[in-house]
């Protein structure tokens, strides 16, 4: 049984980090791809970092570019996101999410599996 968990929410001032982590269990070599998505108040669920597990590849929204960073332990075990310059527009809550398969792609409806998410607020 696939199960994603996410931490390290919170409250931050805008310019100001965070790191959300995402423990992941049950995944099976399968699934290659993982990522992070948001969801602003009254706004659909949008991606913010994919990884491919296999090749490494990362990909990133405009939005966030230069200022976000997706790592995964070795183990495949553990997902980050390292959220760097953050601003008032990256409030939301994140959620962590996996996906069977080679193709890593940004639509929120292919990924099978999902945390329950994790706050994050930016204020100035």
């Known amino acids: 049984q696939v199960q994603l968990v996410e931490f390290g929410g919170g409250s931050v001032q805008a310019g100001g980090s965070l790191r959300l982590s995402c423990a992941a269990s049950g995944l099976t070599d399968s699934y290659n791809c993982m990522g992070w998505f948001r969801q602003a108040p009254g706004k659909e669920r949008e991606g913010v970092a994919r990884?491919?597990?296999?090749?490494?590849?990362?990909f990133y929204a405009d939005s966030v570019k230069g200022r976000f960073t997706i790592s995964q332990d070795s183990a495949k075990n553990t997902l980050y996101l390292q959220m760097n310059s953050l601003k008032i527009e990256d409030t939301g809550t994140y959620y962590c999410?996996?996906?069977?398969?080679?193709?890593?792609?940004?639509?929120?409806?292919?990924?099978?599996?999902w945390g329950r998410g994790t706050q994050v607020t930016v204020s100035t």
């Open positions: 990884i491919h597990s296999s090749y490494g590849n990362t």
């Open positions: 999410a996996a996906r069977p398969g080679f193709s890593c792609p940004d639509s929120v409806g292919m990924y099978t599996h």
